[in-house]
């Protein structure tokens, strides 16, 4: 059974950095140790662990892909090795030095499943789905909610082209997404106050936004696995944690998904999570952002700078919580 702890509010002000409230100790030993690593500037080998699953990869022969140049970028790509040796994804701990832990992770085979309101229920190979796929470059920034950012060229396909395939009835009306959940391997489900398996949700027309990415690939080369291998979602106007990694599952329904951090705290994180310099989380502010790879922290933008794409999806509903 699952005890969901919704306690946030009786954390003292120095455990509170956001997403490790609930940190254990041994979680916190292992991230310590993971830290050291890093700052010992593992350089070469850390680069090589981090990428490690990348050189074997069966689809590795499918990138680099062709940049798509309708999105820019208003600052530099985060350094490779910054992206891929800072991560969350909590299945693996719940510090940013998980890229080791999360090697163990199997990636084949991989099943997508595809249910709910759909045609026809099925499931499909990754290694099928990826080739029969449109396969483009972008690059997009991400806010993550704890105000840290990066900005990172994602290969793959977008969740339209999906949702085409999956061919949902008309019916649908939200697309949830659910991560793998493999006790084996990932020691974060140990913490079982925590409501696994990760699941995430998008309104069929957020889904259908042209921005709305599947990636499955980063710098030119499939996705590292502690990035979301091998397929993850990129919404950047909204806050990282609606970016579910290693999706197992799409699911059409006509019922408002609710997320693994709405479930987890419902206070602090909502369903539509859009970035909005102006509207603070309860517990700090969201009005600049540090830039990963850097000593700079810079203003946050509204929609994370993807207004023009992304304002009118919420045009008549302005007395939902848009912004948490
Ligand atoms: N399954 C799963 N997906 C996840 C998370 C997670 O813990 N588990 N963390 C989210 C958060 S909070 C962020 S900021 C991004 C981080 O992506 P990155 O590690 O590639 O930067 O992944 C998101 N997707
Ligand atoms: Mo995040």
Known sequence: MLIKVKRGWEMPERAATPESVFMNRRELSKGLAAGSILAAGAGLFGMRQASASVETDPTADLYPVDRNPKYVLDRDITNEED????????????????????????LRPWTVRFDGLVEEEREVDFDTLVRAMPLEERLYRHRCVEAWSMAVPWSGFTLAALIDYAKPLSGAKYVRMETLADEETMPGLRASWYPWPYVEGLTMEEARNELTFI???????????QSGAPLRLVTPWKYGFKAIKSI????????????FWEETQGAEYGFWANVNPEVPHPRWSQATE?????????????????????AHLYADKQDERLFM
């Open 83 to 106: 992206a891929i040796t800072y991560n969350n994804f909590f299945e693996f701990g719940t510090h940013k030095g998980i890229y080791n832990l999360a090697q163990e992770m199997p």
């Open 248 to 259: 197992v599952r799409f699911s059409f329904t006509d019922e408002r998904p609710i997320g």
């Open 290 to 310: 540090r830039v990963l790879g850097t000593n700079e922290r810079v203003p946050t933008l509204l929609y994370n700078g993807y207004e023009e794409f992304v």
């Open 215 to 225: 990636a499955t690939g980063l710098y030119g080369k499939p996705i590292p696995k």
